[in-house]
């Protein structure tokens, strides 16, 4: 569309006839929202028959026609004639004064925007424009006029470009001369300042192959004639001296020479002056002398050498002027793409000199390749001058001392040049900002000075040689910023200096430039947008330069570009603060803000820019991460400029920030930005949040609907009320922020979290102000209400999302990671408080719907209704946010959490239990079940079928049941019972052993026995249980018939683990029954071969010595307790048993060893409680008890008894240490002190005293067991020597457990023990005494059973009194010797 330098193009439109228009309607006065027009001189003008006809086009469009007859109404190359418009308006609209009618930024639209430059849409656009989005057109803008030119094949539209107005007054001319071809080059135009009779600037075009010229003195005067039919609209002339086939390629204004400069393709060029010597307008032209072109000027010189001439130099890249100081003058400067560069110094009137001739080629490619190495890797024959510009003079020295530019020449006859010079290769192209001083001819030294050169790194994409409009160059005051403009991409480039520091220093000193602020503003890849033209905008500086005392139009602090987008309108590129380029700090482009205009921007459809396109350096993914996390907490809290602290729809406020997070997502994805796993779960979260701040705020709005006018506050508006200050940002009173409920949704929503978990606790603080029923009611309903939507639906949102935040290959299991919380923070939807607070939701909800569940208020039931259809919901809600919490603490690598963890997942496992069964309480059974079974809760899924079975069963005993009711309530139990048998099937044993647990501990053994729906499983459920050994016996025998298997049961029972000594005395008796009877049934043997045969009956063999060890242990036990213990206790009062017990029995031990004391009586306690004791405990207690003369000949010796004991429960060391101990005691019953002294003694009073001795009956029990053959055991007789050190360094096996303290004081006493008798075998001769008490025990055995044998009866008494000890032991062993 737009632009002086353009490509070829073609549209061929025929000429029309100019005619004039009808009387114009008096344009309305100017309102707030449009701009003045300037005033139009005022004319008489005469009436006719048109002067009021009502006008068909718009009253800002005015339309110049020509006069001349279309010579055909199509033309042959497909360009049409241009229809003729209708009569319009009579007069013009009163003007608004130039300087109000341009106040940049009003109405435009906002593109993008970044720390260093807004880009904008400005409003201004002709309906033509509008409508005609395809055509090929370029063109201008002209910040001076404040005028933008559109040229097409057939018309040329001129209008004020940044006018608020979005259809503004704008000029149509249509063009006396198209094109013919559609292949022929687009019209050239260029505005012509204005006057001082005109406010208006004027317009010349050039048609590029006839040469024809029209002039117009003013777009405004042009109409006004037009219309009153005095004279032709515009001068009209034509080029003289063109070659056959030399076309017009470039027009530009000449500055204070009054004319303009034509560059053609042949390479030469001519002024063009629209004024003759007398200031009237007249069309007149004159070549410049050059050797760019052919020497011949004739007009059928020679184009082939002119061709060839061009070839060799290259054909112009760009012409540009110059202002000078002196009136009437300007400094002409071409440049060749080869780099040939040409200046002139051009006067009014066409008159000129050349002031520079010079090939800077190798210069600028040395200095090129010396400071960029990806310039120097290039061929060097691609070098190419695309386009310059002057750089502009008079300059400060504050703004001079800011760029990295040479100082401005003081010479006029220097030029200052800035290049954009292009290295490519077939993969890479490179631009390079290239800074010359060009000096004359005549002048001393190099003619070229390179000053800075400036890589573009940020922007490589090759130009396109079919563009409308070739690339542009722009370098505004002051100096600091330097636009590119391309077909489909602008660039704004910093040449700021920075400002010293060491950094810089380093830098310099190593010839690196310091990195400088590169950005690119890139359009959408569309067939119909294209940057046809520009312009730049710049702030007006006083002194050299500033032009011939007139203001611009267009009035900036800051230098922009303006873009003239073909199908967008016009755009610009505003620098927000030149200045601080040039500061410590200046702009810089981040990851962030290149994410930040694409999310804020891109989501508008009718945006033309494009933010994914890659240039030059690419950040990296760590950089786009964090740039992502950053821009996403940003739009929760809704802080930066792009949001607002008012927002009169919060829903639409949320969504629009919604969009924002996608978009974070699609542009990452549209980047091919690798984010890592933690980032993507974190963005996932914070949409999450969003989308539940809108589902609350629509819950908000329905809540408060629902109640009554005189209570519109909901629930939600007191959570956000409740909430600390330092857990919320608060709203600015003074700002006009006095809504705290929108304000939290605004500027919180990041602390969702707190939000939700707050919720109850708005609760309990209201109960505790004693609120009426009524009101907490509705507050526990809108409470369960937000638990359950708010977390469920962020469960929803993330398992729907997980493909767009690149998380699709992640295993949700009920919205929640199923597993790998390894490195990822703590999900937000189950926080701590937030877990902690929903279970007492759900508590305190099922309690409410308990007992107000026949509330008698009709509103308050219907609430108490819905919170009870709730509560499976949030049930579920709350067991999934525990299990999330779990799993995510126990992935911690702290400790501390990791622990934390594990009780979660205890927590977990019980209240997947408790709280599902809590729903049957409200009677939810189906849902129950439903979670029971997401949550593979197996035990409550029992007892909840459980107890609605049992729940219809006494429905059933309901006296008054009707037959109908009656069946259907027992099709139900129908129903019930065969969906447990359903899930027996499904399940197995994890179903089923939950199952009768409950059953058991709840109805008891019968219902557990009873049971008919199974009898795989119960069986199996009665057999894992040890506890329930009893019943399983009965199981067994009744239900399975196995005598077997319950022999084993008892066995198994009795000798391993029963406590009561009666109870396992029968348990071994009735399975050694058992076993015996199963081995002797006629199948069973007929069933097995002779070997397993042979294998049963060793093993049976084996298992009955076991039983009867162990009936031989509790034989003694029972033998203790029934001739000891109970004639005892029988005389004792009630609760006086033990103590009685323990002074009668007790052996006295001295209080250092008390140890020993309470391990005796800790025996005889239990011995009183009838447990079975285990074999040391036994040995023990009869090691340790003292036994009354009237009752001890009542049971065998108490040694003998525990060695017995040892022999049948004990085996290996443990036997052997038992054994010495037992030895050890029996040889400390008796003071060898006094024994030992036999003076005065004679023999008979010596054996009398061994004779009463335990040692001595001891042995007597011994040998006569030995003798009478009926114990199968060989019990070894221990010396004192053999029995010492026992237990002194290391305790049996019942200790190991027990504190150390206790350890140490028991090996203490067994010390003392053994010190004991080391000290009577040292000094009283123990050893000795041993031996002879065992001899005279053998003699007073072996005489005892001669005299039964002489007699042939009872046994007698023997001699003395230890005969009759003797005797009764030996009487003793001869009824004790079997086993019982």
């Not at 503003?521 to 002194?543: A, F, K, M």
């Not at 025996?1163 to 003292?1186: G, K, M, S, V, W």
């Not at 108490?1198 to 036997?1215: H, I, T, W």
């Amino acid at each position: 569309m737009f632009s002086a330098t353009l490509n070829n193009g073609a549209e061929n439109v025929s000429p029309a006839p100019m005619t004039t228009r009808g009387r114009r309607r008096q344009r309305p006065l100017s309102s707030d929202n449009s701009v003045q027009q300037p005033k139009a001189k005022r004319q008489r003008l005469p009436l006719n028959d048109q002067t009021f006809a009502n006008p068909s086009v718009p009253p800002e469009t005015y339309e110049v026609k020509s006069t001349k007859a279309s010579m055909v109404e199509v033309k042959q190359d497909g360009i049409e004639a241009s229809p003729i418009s209708k009569q319009e308006l009579s007069f013009r609209s009163k003007k608004a004064r130039p300087s109000e009618r341009f106040n940049k930024g009003d109405g435009s639209t906002l593109l993008s925007t970044n720390i260093a430059f807004d880009v904008r849409k400005l409003p201004a656009l002709p309906d033509r424009l509008k409508l005609d989005a395809t055509s090929r057109q370029h063109g201008s803008a002209d910040s001076s006029t404040g005028y933008a030119l559109s040229l097409s094949h057939t018309h040329a539209i001129v209008w004020p470009y940044a006018t608020s107005t979005q259809s503004p007054e704008s000029f149509t001319f249509t063009l006396p001369y198209p094109s013919k071809h559609s292949t022929d080059p687009l019209p050239l135009g260029a505005l012509v300042p204005s006057s001082a009779a005109s406010a208006e600037p004027g317009l010349v075009i050039v048609m590029p192959t006839s040469g024809k010229v029209t002039y117009w003195e003013s777009i405004a005067s042009a109409t006004t004639l037009d219309f009153m039919q005095q004279q032709r609209n515009g001068i009209e002339g034509s080029i003289t001296g063109m070659f056959s086939g030399e076309t017009v390629i470039q027009i530009i204004h000449a500055e204070s020479a009054a004319g303009f400069i034509l560059a053609f393709s042949s390479g030469r060029m001519a002024y063009l002056s629209v004024r003759d010597t007398h200031g009237r307008p007249k069309i007149s032209t004159q070549f410049l002398r050059t050797n760019l072109g052919p020497t011949s000027s004739g007009f059928f010189g020679s184009i082939r050498h002119a061709l060839s001439h061009a070839a060799n130099q290259g054909d112009i890249a760009a012409i540009r002027s110059e202002r000078s100081s002196k009136q009437g003058e300007c400094t002409v400067v071409a440049v060749t793409s080869k780099g040939q560069l040409h200046s002139w110094r051009v006067h009014r009137g066409g008159h000129h000199d050349l002031l520079t001739d010079v090939d800077a080629r190798n210069a600028i490619l040395g200095a090129v390749q010396q400071v960029d190495e990806i310039n120097a890797r290039l061929p060097s024959e691609s070098l190419k001058i695309l386009d310059f510009c002057f750089v502009p003079r008079g300059l400060d020295q504050k703004h001079n001392e800011m760029n990295q530019l040479l100082p401005s020449p003081e010479s006029e006859d220097q030029q200052h040049l800035l290049l954009l010079v292009s290295l490519s290769n077939k993969q890479t192209w490179r631009y390079t900002l290239v800074e010359i001083v060009l000096s004359t001819g005549t002048s001393s030294g190099n003619p070229v000075d390179i000053g800075m050169v400036r890589p573009i790194s940020a922007y490589s994409t090759p130009p396109d040689a079919h563009a409308l409009a070739k690339p542009r160059l722009y370098l505004p005051r002051p100096n600091i910023i330097a636009f590119l403009v391309f077909d489909h991409a602008a660039v704004v480039a910093s040449i700021a200096r920075i400002p010293d520091s060491p950094d810089s220093q380093i830098l310099e000193d190593n010839h690196l430039l310091p990195a400088s602020f590169e950005d690119v503003v890139d359009l959408r890849t569309d067939p119909t947008l294209e940057i046809v033209g520009s312009g730049i905008e710049e702030p007006s500086t006083q002194g050299f330069g500033a032009g011939e005392g007139k203001t611009p139009r267009i009035r900036t602090k800051n230098p922009a570009l303006i873009l003239l987008v073909r199908g967008a309108g016009t755009l610009r590129i505003a620098i927000t603060d030149v200045e601080r380029f040039a500061s410590e700090k200046p702009p810089e482009v981040t990851a962030k803000t290149k994410l930040e205009q694409a999310v804020f921007f891109g989501v508008k459809e009718d945006n033309p820019l494009v933010f994914d396109v890659q240039h030059g350096h690419r950040f990296t993914d760590a950089e786009y991460a964090a740039a992502a996390l950053e821009l996403s907490q940003e739009i929760l809290t809704s802080t930066g400029k792009q949001f607002s602290s008012l927002a009169a729809r919060v829903d639409t406020n949320v969504k629009e920030r919604m969009q924002y997070l996608e978009k974070i997502m699609l542009q990452i994805k549209s980047l091919r930005v690798n984010l890592d796993r933690v980032t993507k779960w974190q963005l996932l979260w914070n949409a999450e949040k969003l989308h539940v701040a809108n589902v609350i705020w629509h819950k908000h709005e329905d809540f408060t609907h629902m109640r009554p006018v005189t209570s519109k506050k909901s629930i939600i508006a007191e959570i956000v009320e409740f909430i600390r200050s330092e857990e919320k940002s608060e709203p600015n009173p003074a700002k006009g922020e006095v809504d705290e409920l929108r304000h939290w949704f605004i500027r919180d929503v990041d602390r969702m979290e707190i939000f939700i978990a707050w919720a109850y606790e708005v609760i309990k603080h209201n109960s505790r102000a004693n609120l009426d029923q009524e009101s907490l009611t509705r507050l526990i309903f809108e409470a369960a209400e937000i638990y359950n939507s708010a977390i469920r639906d962020a469960f929803t949102f993330r398992t729907k999302n997980l493909d767009l935040y690149g998380l699709g290959g992640e295993r949700l299991q009920h919205g929640i990671l199923a597993s790998d919380y390894t490195g990822l923070p703590t999900p937000w939807t189950c926080h701590p408080f937030i877990a902690n607070n929903v279970k007492r939701q759900v508590e305190l909800s099922t309690e409410w719907v308990k007992q107000h569940w026949t509330a008698e208020n009709e509103g308050q039931n219907v609430l108490i209704k819905k919170t009870r259809e709730l509560l499976p919901q949030m049930t579920e809600v709350y067991l999934t946010v525990i299990q999330e919490l779990s799993r995510s603490y126990r992935a911690s690598e702290d400790p501390k959490i990791a622990e934390d963890g594990e009780k979660y997942e205890k927590i977990y496992k019980q209240d997947c239990h408790d709280k599902v069964v809590l729903l049957a309480q409200t009677e939810n059974w189906e849902a129950g079940i439903t979670i029971a079974e997401n949550h593979e809760s197996l035990p409550a899924l029992a007892e909840i079928l459980t107890r609605e079975i049992d729940g219809i069963r006494h429905q059933l005993e309901t006296p008054g049941l009707s037959p109908e009711q009656t069946e259907r309530l027992e099709s139900k139990m129908t129903a019930k019972e065969n969906q447990v048998r359903e899930y027996f099937e499904t399940y197995g044993k994890d179903f089923a052993f939950p199952f009768y647990e409950y059953l058991f501990t709840t109805f008891g053994v019968d219902a557990l026995l009873e049971y008919d729906g199974d009898k795989k499983y119960k069986t199996m459920y009665l057999r894992t249980k040890p506890e329930l050994a009893k019943v399983s016996w009965i199981n067994d025998i009744i239900g399975e018939e196995d005598i077997d298997h319950a022999a084993d049961t008892l066995l198994d029972l009795g000798l391993t683990r029963e406590q009561q000594v009666w109870n396992k005395k029968i348990e071994l008796s009735l399975g050694k029954l058992a076993r015996m009877a199963e081995s002797s049934r006629p199948s069973s043997k007929t069933s097995m071969s002779i070997q397993d045969a042979s294998v049963n009956g060793i093993t049976e063999d084996a298992q009955v010595e076991v039983i009867d060890k162990q009936l031989a242990i509790i034989g003694v036990q029972d033998d203790l307790y029934n001739t000891q213990i109970r004639p005892v206790i029988s005389v004792a009062l009630e609760g006086e048993e033990l103590s009685v017990v323990q002074e009668t029995f007790a052996l006295k031990i001295p209080k250092k060893y008390k140890i020993l004391s309470q391990i005796f009586d800790d025996a005889l306690r239990r011995l009183l409680n009838h447990e079975a004791l285990d074999p040391l405990t036994l040995i023990d207690l009869l090691t340790l008890i003292t036994l009354p003369p009237e009752t001890r000949e009542h049971m065998p010796d108490q040694f003998f008894s525990a060695l017995r004991v040892a022999y049948n429960g004990l085996s290996g060391a443990e036997r052997v240490q038992a054994e010495r101990l037992i030895w050890r005691r029996c040889f400390l019953r008796e003071d060898w002190t006094q024994l030992n002294n036999t003076t005065l003694k004679n023999d008979n009073d010596i054996v009398e005293i061994l004779g009463q001795t335990d040692l001595f009956q001891f042995y007597c029990t011994l040998y006569a067991n030995q003798q009478s053959g009926g114990d199968k055991n060989e019990y070894r007789r221990l010396s004192p020597s053999e029995a010492a050190g026992v237990y002194t360094e290391h305790l049996d096996k019942r200790f190991e457990t027990m504190e150390k303290s206790y350890r140490e004081k028991v090996l203490e006493a067994m010390r003392w023990e053994d010190n004991l008798l080391l000290k009577h075998v040292e000094k009283h001769r123990l050893e000795q005494w041993a031996k002879e008490t065992r001899k005279y025990a053998e003699e007073a055995v072996d005489q005892q059973y001669d005299e039964t044998t002489a007699t042939g009866a009872a046994l007698g008494s023997p001699r003395s009194g230890s005969a009759r000890k003797q005797s009764k032991a030996f009487e003793g062993m001869n009824g004790q010797n079997g086993t019982h």
